[in-house]
């Protein structure tokens, strides 16, 4: 019996997987908007690093994120290979073994966080290498395959690269990180779940209880529209503690209303049919681009007002 290609042995995925599949492994497209937040809450917080350590650190906030995603992508290769939109992925589609992807993961996770110390100082390196231990065991191998709520507790994972970046030139945290911090953690909920409104037949088929598939389609479109209200709440937290200015304030009000005009659309719908998911993809596209945004106009904010 031919052997399926998780099971392949390591010699076969070093003479097949190139430089491609490592990169791969540590989803680039997800990476863009963990970097773009880091840098924002690097160049958001008080204080002067030099050039080549502000670039330092946030190419350890890329390297923690993408061991994160090829630890993800080791546990979960089984679950990938049963998903239309994940069977491609180095570890499913046998360029890769799983023991590569596991050794790849782990010294990359070590690497960011040493580097990320000596760098720039120890508080950045240990938020660092809990937002990679937290992505990793309560995420990824706790939550998600337990619970409908995985990505509601699991989205503290994304939320600290403004924590780090902003504690890699300060050496501490103060409120504005944190506010940045609750603002992507209500911000997931109703980003994810419009994502998986439109493709549950792929986390049915692996088995992984997201909430459209345990709860319902009803159920997902009412917590998008009740997680958008806590999000708008966070979105003008900065502004309303005087943390920022009125450059923030605006786009935050303007973007946050677009948003919810996005989610009422979601959320008044009650079709099922996967060819007619409009609303729930244009919210999904709009969120990334909420998220930027508003992290781009802190920055912005926060210069004015020095």
Sequence with gaps: MASSPL???NSMS??????????ALTKPRVMTLVVFTGLCGLLAAPGHVHPVLAFTAILCIALGAGAAAALNQWYEADIDAKMKRTANRPLPGGRMDRQTALHFGVGLSFFSVLLMGMATNWLAAAVLAVSILFYVFIYTIWLKPRTA????????AGAFPPVIGWAAVTGDISALPVALFMLIFFWTPPHFWALALFVKIDYAAAGIPMLPVVAGEVATRRQIWFYTAIMAVAAMAPVLLNLT?????TVALLATALFAFFAFQVFRRRESDPASMGPEKRLFKYSILYLFLLFGAVVVDRWLMA
């Design 149 to 156: 709520q995985n990505i509601v507790i699991g989205g503290a």
């Design 14 to 23: 070093i003479m097949t997987a190139d430089w491609r599949d490592f990169v």
């Design 245 to 249: 200015g009125p450059i923030y304030g």
């Design 7 to 9: 099971s392949a042995g």
